[in-house]
């Protein structure tokens, strides 16, 4: 069960590294972590691709400062609830994907497959890289795989 720390009220490293507070459920914090992307990526997915995946990468660099400091802040290497890497590997699969609530659930759920089941070399980049590199790396490696499957999905239909 996912214990949030009040930190997270009080200090904006933490507010964001927990997704807006989204990370502070006491179940499936990852889910809910990736629910709250969803807005996001609705706000975002008419802007021009490089725009979009601009927004991606700063996001990426400030995540990895942000769970490096809050994950040091907690004594723990990737406190379940911190979940800004939910947030940048979804945006990532719907990179290039028009927005439709359709498409916005899709990417939701073929997402969380890749982000749970964490296939080669996910799980491998989970268990080795440390730090807040290596808490955001999985996400956006599970975030590529999404992506190659939502575009091979829209491609082939």
């Known amino acids: 069960m996912n214990r949030a720390p009040k930190s997270v009220w009080h200090r904006p490293t933490h507010f964001f590294a927990f997704g807006l507070g989204s990370g502070t459920v006491p179940w499936a914090p990852g889910t809910f972590g ?23 990468f700063v996001a990426f660099v400030v995540g990895v400062w942000l769970c490096d400091k809050t994950s040091h802040d907690l004594g723990v290497h990737d406190h379940s609830g911190i979940v800004w890497d939910e947030f940048v590997g979804y945006w990532l699969t719907m990179a290039a994907v028009p927005f439709s609530w359709e498409a916005a659930l ?28 290596g808490i955001m ?4 490696m599970a975030g590529a795989y999404a992506w190659s499957t939502m575009h091979l999905w829209f491609w082939l239909h």
Do not use: E, Q, S
Request: glycine fraction near 10%; aromatic fraction near 24%; charged fraction near 20%.
């Open 106 to 133: 899709w990417g939701f759920v073929v997402f969380r497959i890749f982000d749970v089941f964490k296939p080669w070399p996910i799980r491998w980049a989970d268990r080795r890289v440390a730090g807040g590199f």
């Open 137 to 140: 790396i999985d996400d956006v």
């Open 34 to 56: 990736t629910l709250a992307a969803i807005p996001f990526y609705w706000i975002m997915a008419d802007l021009p691709l490089g725009w979009f995946l601009g927004i991606c």
